[in-house]
T-cell receptor, first 114, second 110 residues
Framework: KAGVTQTPRYLIKTRGQQVTLSCSPI?????VSWYQQTPGQGLQFLFE???????NKGNFPGRFSGRQFSNSRSEMNVSTLELGDSALYLCASSLGIRGDSPLHFGNGTRLTVT | GIQVEQSPPDLILQEGANSTLRCNFSDSVNNLQWFHQNPWGQLINLFYIPSGTKQNGRLSATTVATERYSLLYISSSQTTDSGVYFC????????????FGAGTRLFVKA
């Protein structure tokens, strides 16, 4: 069974631009969550989707948004990029409603904002 | 909000040594997971362990939910065990939010 797939692996953008990252969960998994990892702040929860509905959101500005499609694939979008948005963005999927099954992570998208 | 603290922050071991990593959390949680992040950034789920003890090869984990801590044991360490170990807790706050500890950075010397 294929794992969680994130695309692209690497991305370089300029301040003020926007970016869209994609995540395909493990087949059969319906929950997708997103995380930002930086050296200073560690791993931080961005948001979580289940059955196309955002169920929870972390403490990030409105420039960070996401969505989930009917096939459980998810995208996250960051608008008006800032230098501080440079980070490793990780997506995870789990089988059911969150809290009752383990998280499985993709390899991440490394975003550099110049 | 809930606080998750991991100790030690850094650990250097000689290959073959054993170690114990600790994760303390400040409030009740619905579940707890341990992850290993390898030097290439990949996060691997080691244990899903809201309570009790589990073993997987040279690794085992114990969570005592009533006392709000979890332990990860690594026996006969190998150089491939190097990386960062994270614990993460989840709480139902009307939707699940995952909170990660800062991690324990492990280096195993050959």
């Amino acid at each position: 069974k294929a794992g969680v797939t994130q695309t692209p692996r690497y991305l370089i953008k300029t301040r003020g631009q926007q970016v869209t990252l994609s995540c395909s969960p493990i087949s059969g998994h319906r929950s997708v969550s997103w995380y930002q990892q930086t050296p200073g702040q560690g791993l931080q929860f961005l948001f979580e989707y289940f059955s196309e509905t955002q169920r929870n959101k972390g403490n990030f500005p409105g420039r960070f948004s996401g969505r989930q499609f009917s096939n459980s694939r998810s995208e996250m979008n960051v608008s008006t990029l800032e230098l501080g948005d440079s980070a490793l963005y990780l997506c995870a999927s789990s089988l059911g409603i969150r809290g009752d099954s383990p998280l499985h992570f993709g390899n991440g998208t490394r975003l550099t904002v110049t | 909000g809930i606080q998750v603290e991991q100790s030690p922050p850094d650990l250097i071991l000689q290959e073959g040594a054993n170690s114990t990593l600790r994760c303390n959390f400040s409030d009740s949680v619905n579940n707890l997971q341990w992850f290993h992040q390898n030097p290439w950034g990949q996060l691997i789920n080691l244990f899903y362990i809201p309570s009790g003890t589990k073993q997987n090869g040279r690794l085992s984990a114990t969570t005592v939910a009533t006392e709000r801590y979890s332990l990860l044991y690594i026996s006969s360490s190998q150089t491939t065990d190097s990386g960062v170990y994270f614990c993460a807790v989840e709480r139902d706050t009307g939707g699940f939010k995952t909170i990660f500890g800062a991690g324990t950075r492990l280096f195993v010397k050959a």
